[in-house]
Nanobody, 125 residues
């Protein structure tokens, strides 16, 4: 089974930047895409961004478009989320996930097979 481990969360002031990372291990050969989701206290987990295995296509939620950038390394064993112009409403636990569904635009939690443990991102006003 694929294991995913997030890192890089922390506390940042509004307007600042932060990058979270996700390292994948195990049978990563069948991963078609990876995504980032987030869950704020009292809210449902929501889609943030995803990237295809070849790293050429990214998909973003409207709330983060033009502020966040998803990328992956050449070995396709790590995925990153660069978050700029952070807002207090971006505060959440950020989760990395992988899917075997090919193509861009995979946004449903149910379509993702493996999940990391999450990393906390807190944006102060």
């Amino acid at each position: 089974q694929v294991q995913l481990v997030e890192s890089g969360g922390g506390l940042v002031q509004a307007g600042g930047s932060l990058r979270v990372s996700c390292a994948a291990s195990g049978p990563t050969f069948n991963i078609a895409a990876m995504g980032w989701f987030r869950q704020a206290p009292g809210k449902e987990r929501e889609f943030v961004a995803s990237i295809t295995r070849n790293g050429r296509s990214g998909d973003y939620a409207d709330s983060v478009k033009d502020r966040f950038t998803i990328s992956s390394d050449n070995a396709k064993t790590a995925v990153y989320l660069q978050m700029n112009s952070l807002k207090p409403e971006d505060t959440a636990v950020y989760y990395c996930a992988s899917t075997r569904i090919v193509g861009i635009g995979v946004r449903s939690l149910l379509d993702y097979d493996n999940w990391g443990q999450g990393t906390q991102v807190t944006v102060s006003s």
